[in-house]
């Protein structure tokens, strides 16, 4: 055997120990994905990893409710291989925005999740959050067979921090939760079985009469923390925290992020420590 061959022989023999299957799938058969809102998004990315180029659509700060795609998030999604969103009381643009993609895979990852009261923010009930993701994860297997073991696996791998934190959620003891800000938590509510007052029904402004029950129920009961959303605090969370004195606690949504490199773990468990402080108070 002359010395090139022994050579090339011994540098295939490395390869194939330090290059993985996984690994070279990766760099082969990447795929693009485009998801409507970061929850979405960030199941995607624990779902498919390496696996695919994954792109948030909605970017930190944007308003879901009155997202109209621009030319540019058009040819965005006409070059993508999947998109996802998260059900059409959320994105109303989501389906009408479909029909006119080509060659373009639409999943809904709301499928089998019940909705209440046209609510859209489903995800918030992490068991919800376990059938998205189950749901994401099939739709891709559907896509891309060859690697439906990883996606499948990831998923379940990721199911199982959701449900250690269903879990300290539903452990907690159950006290009224005030909330200052937008209120966008009912399946949370439901889920965990607090009960709440809100200054905002919907997304209505506070009526005077409102804002004074809202007001009297925490001097009444002498409350020390308020909710909001940490994007945007509006003048309304603002004159409340100021005419009580409570301090503002954050509890997001999830809706519109505040920062890039920012997953739902985090935010879920940032939401639990909010609450832990609220009762533990």
């Known amino acids: ?13 490395f390869f194939i120990l330090t290059e993985t299957p996984e690994k070279i799938f990766a760099e082969e058969k990447n795929f693009s994905v485009t998801c409507s809102l970061f929850p979405v998004y960030d199941f995607t990315r624990e779902i498919a990893g390496d696996f695919a180029d994954i792109h948030l659509l ?8 009155e997202f109209e795609p621009t030319p540019l998030d058009i040819k965005i999604l006409n ?6 969103f998260t059900n059409a009381n959320m994105e109303e643009w989501a389906k009408k925005i479909s029909l006119s993609l080509k060659n373009v895979r639409v999943f809904d990852a709301s499928e089998g999740v ?8 489903i995800w918030l009930d992490l068991d919800n959050a376990q059938k998205m993701v189950m749901n994401i994860a099939g739709k891709l297997s559907e896509t891309k067979p060859e690697l439906s073991e990883i996606f499948m696996r ?6 199982g921090k959701l449900k250690e934190l ?22 949370f509510i439901r889920r965990y079985g607090f009960d709440f007052i809100s200054a905002y029904d919907g997304e209505n402004e506070p009526s005077l009469k409102k804002m004074a029950e809202i007001l009297k129920f925490i001097n009444e009961n002498r409350i ?20 009580t004195g409570a301090e503002i606690l954050f509890f997001d949504s999830g809706e519109k992020i505040p920062q890039e490199n920012f997953t739902f773990l985090k935010l879920m468990q940032s939401n639990y420590e909010a609450l832990k402080k609220f009762i533990d108070e």
């Open 154 to 159: 990831n998923a379940e791998d990721y199911c």
């Open 224 to 243: 020390k923390f308020i909710f909001a959303e940490s994007f945007g605090l509006s003048a309304i969370t603002r004159s409340i925290a100021e005419q």
């Open 79 to 84: 070059n993508s291989d999947v998109f996802i």
């Open 114 to 121: 019940e909705i209440f009261n046209n609510d859209p923010h």
């Open 58 to 65: 909605l970017k930190p700060g944007a308003e879901p409710h």
């Open 1 to 13: 055997m002359n010395f090139k061959k022994f050579f090339f022989i011994l540098n295939l023999f």
């Open 166 to 187: 269903d879990k300290k959620f539903s452990g907690l003891n159950k006290k009224t939760l005030v909330f200052a800000g937008e209120f966008a938590f009912g399946y």
